[in-house]
């Protein structure tokens, strides 16, 4: 065998690698099926008129135990997730108002921009009953960032910092009994398929922090579906 056709085998082995890799990838991240779909709550005047109006209920726990990955936690039961799950789903051209549950210590975020409050009808969030525009970059326990481009026309960008609970407040054993709770009401536009995440780094790793949950659907981030009504 001449050295080029060595040279171009090996080339196409790699990319079979590198194919089986990616769905392995997809495979994973598409593990958890389960879809929360938004409550019907009437209509809401907006500066875009009067919309439909739906609401979601989340939350953000310091581990898995809450029953979202069954009731042992599953197979990462230390890990810090969403729940009930992390897919979502809501309408086009819609009022939406998620309420976020974080039960969460927290530590600084890499990247103030995401102590501010991105996308809402007036830019505010409400966090445990105050109206803010921003929170405290020191001390954060998670964000629910939405993000990205579905296609040619849908964009959707909402990112809203969920403060930390203090640690005077952080049990031993199961949950803070006083979560942060965060209320917050944005627009939708077309249909299009987005994912969200977490951008505080509460992840694995030394010092980015970025893997373990962060890095694995299911637990830091998952899909959100703006789909036609
Ligand atoms: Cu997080």
Redesign the pocket.
């Known amino acids: 065998m001449n050295k080029r056709l060595i040279a171009a085998l090996g080339t196409v082995v790699l990319g079979g690698v590198v194919i089986a890799g990616v769905g392995t990838y997809v495979a994973s991240a598409k593990n958890d099926s389960r879809v929360l779909v938004a409550t019907p709550a009437g209509t809401l005047d907006t500066p875009q008129g009067k919309l439909p109006h739906y609401t979601l209920d989340m939350a953000?726990y310091p581990d898995s135990m809450a029953g979202s990955h069954g009731k042992d936690g599953g197979v990462h039961a230390d890990w810090?997730t969403y729940g009930p799950v992390t897919n979502f789903q809501v309408p086009a051209h819609s009022a939406i108002t998620i309420t976020i549950k974080q039960y969460d210590s927290g530590e600084r975020l890499t990247n103030d921009f995401f102590a501010g409050v991105h996308g809402t009808i007036d830019g505010t969030a409400i966090v445990n009953g105050v109206s803010v525009k921003s929170v405290d970059p020191e001390a954060v326990g998670?964000?629910f960032t939405v993000h990205g481009l579905a296609d040619a026309k849908s964009e959707l960008f909402v990112s809203i910092p969920l403060p930390a609970v203090p640690e005077s407040k952080m049990p031993d054993t199961g949950y803070t009994t006083s979560p942060t709770i965060v209320t917050f009401t944005f627009i939708t536009g077309d249909a299009g398929d987005f994912v969200w995440n977490?951008e505080?780094p509460?992840g694995d790793g030394t010092t980015a922090r970025f893997g373990g949950p962060?890095s694995t659907q299911g637990y830091?981030s998952g899909n959100f579906h703006v789909v036609n009504a």
Do not use: I, L, P
Request: overall charge neutral; proline content about 0%; charged content about 0%.
């Open positions: 953000a810090v998670h964000t977490c505080y509460c962060m830091m």
